[in-house]
């Protein structure tokens, strides 16, 4: 079955910088990936879907990419500021009807 | 606009007792419902997700059980909770098959004593 993969170790960046997080998946090349954030105490909130035929998305300050060669999404945050931090979850389509979630890669940006 | 809404937001409950968490949609129909379980610094870990009323299909063999009597009513019992059972879980609504996004709720913390 589908494995997605996320560091777990939180990626701590200097307010301004660019953060940049990685989504890998084990398996077949999914029809498209999605993005959400959650924070703490919080629901998942959508942020971004990319297809497989889409290299690169963007949305505001976000953009993520989508590699089926690497089996990778990178999902990059351009001028990050304290409040972008909270954990950043990759969500593969399993099924019809289902996603599968990574753990999630919690970021912090020190002000 | 559509809203999800599910409580109560925190629950404190003894080994043993039964459980009853709610949640509802507003301001869509026939939305594909879904039930997960999130482990502290875990993953999202489907439970139940209902296409229909009366639809459910189960993910994972536990002591829980969810039923959908309405259309935007989902709801995740348990006769006899475990130790086990403590964590966070959050109702999500989609429509659609395929790329459409899921849409969360704030949850619910469920502790076992």
């Known amino acids: 079955s589908q494995k997605i993969e996320q560091n777990s170790e939180a990626l701590n960046i200097q307010e301004g910088k660019t953060a940049t997080l990685t989504c890998n998946y084990t398996?077949?090349?999914?029809?498209?990936l999605q993005w959400y954030r959650q924070d703490p105490g919080r629901g998942p909130v959508f942020l971004l879907l990319?297809?497989?035929?889409?290299k690169e998305k963007r949305k505001e300050r976000l953009k993520v990419t989508f590699d089926t060669t690497l089996k990778q999404s990178l999902f990059h945050i351009t001028a990050s500021q304290p409040a972008d931090s909270a954990t950043y979850l990759c969500?593969?389509?399993?099924?019809?009807?289902?996603?599968?979630f990574g753990s999630g890669t919690r970021l912090l940006v020190r002000p | 606009s559509q809203t999800i809404h599910q409580w109560p937001a925190t629950l404190v409950q003894p080994v043993g007792s039964p459980l009853s968490l709610e949640c509802t949609v507003e301001?869509?129909?026939?939305?594909?419902l879904y039930w997960y379980r999130q482990a502290a610094g875990r993953g999202l870990q489907l439970l139940f997700y209902?296409?229909?009323?009366?639809?459910i299909s189960s993910e994972v063999p536990q002591n829980l059980s969810a039923s959908r009597p309405q259309d935007r009513q989902f709801i995740l019992s348990s006769k006899k909770l475990l130790l086990s059972d403590s964590g966070f879980y959050l109702c999500?609504?989609?429509?659609?098959?395929?790329?459409?996004?899921?849409?969360f709720g704030d949850g619910t913390r469920l502790s076992i004593l």
């Open positions: 999500a609504w989609s429509v659609g098959q395929g790329v459409q996004p899921q849409h």
């Open positions: 398996n077949y090349s999914p029809a498209y």
């Open positions: 990319i297809r497989e035929n889409e």
């Open positions: 969500a593969l389509r399993d099924s019809s009807y289902k996603l599968i």
């Open positions: 301001g869509t129909s026939n939305p594909n």
């Open positions: 209902s296409v229909g009323i009366g639809q």
